[in-house]
């Protein structure tokens, strides 16, 4: 298995995929899982509710859209892994998070979920074959294969740490 390449998913994925480092899945697994729970598990609660800008989402936001979008992409990879020709329809990210009410939550009971969301999209891309990895499906309107998500996965996560550490901490 390989890095996705030209024509696996659509082209805006390919900012992502390029931040994720590594040659297939398994590398991103034990290159990013780690310390990416770490990185969620050490925000301070005095950032919590921490947004840098009017109408900026704040930092418990940002890690319930790190939960959500990482559940969809989990969701798209099973679906196409198991040859699933059905076209899902893309989401919206701003009403998502306007609905989530993370607000309400703790950091902890957000931090928690981040850390159960990870280890079940990681021990779902663990369980694919180097078939199943290859398979495409639709999305939004877009080809893309499940190897193509596996990174899109990373580099989304990858994408809002860095935006959590440029301008939140």
Not at 8 to 19: E, G, L, P, R
Not at 25 to 48: R, T
Not at 160 to 166: G, Q, R, S
């Amino acid at each position: 298995m390989a890095r996705p390449k030209e024509g696996d998913c659509a082209s805006f994925y390919h900012n992502y995929i390029q931040k994720a480092v590594g040659e297939n899945p398994k590398d991103l697994i034990e290159k990013y899982s780690v310390a990416l729970n770490q990185f969620i598990n050490h925000l301070p609660e005095a950032k919590a509710d921490y947004a840098y800008a009017e109408n900026k989402w704040t930092v418990k936001d940002v890690i319930q859209h790190l939960i959500d979008a990482e559940r969809i992409f989990a969701y798209r990879a099973l679906r196409f892994a198991r040859k699933d020709a059905t076209n899902l329809p893309g989401f919206d990210e701003n009403s998502f998070a306007a609905n989530a009410n993370a607000g309400s939550r703790s950091l902890q009971s957000l931090q928690e979920e981040f850390k159960a969301v990870r280890k079940s999209t990681d021990l779902l891309l663990l369980s694919f074959t180097e078939e199943q990895l290859q398979q495409k499906g639709m999305g939004n309107n877009n080809s893309i294969t499940v190897n193509a998500i596996a990174f899109i996965t990373f580099g989304h996560l990858l994408h809002h740490k860095e935006i959590l550490e440029d301008r939140y901490l």
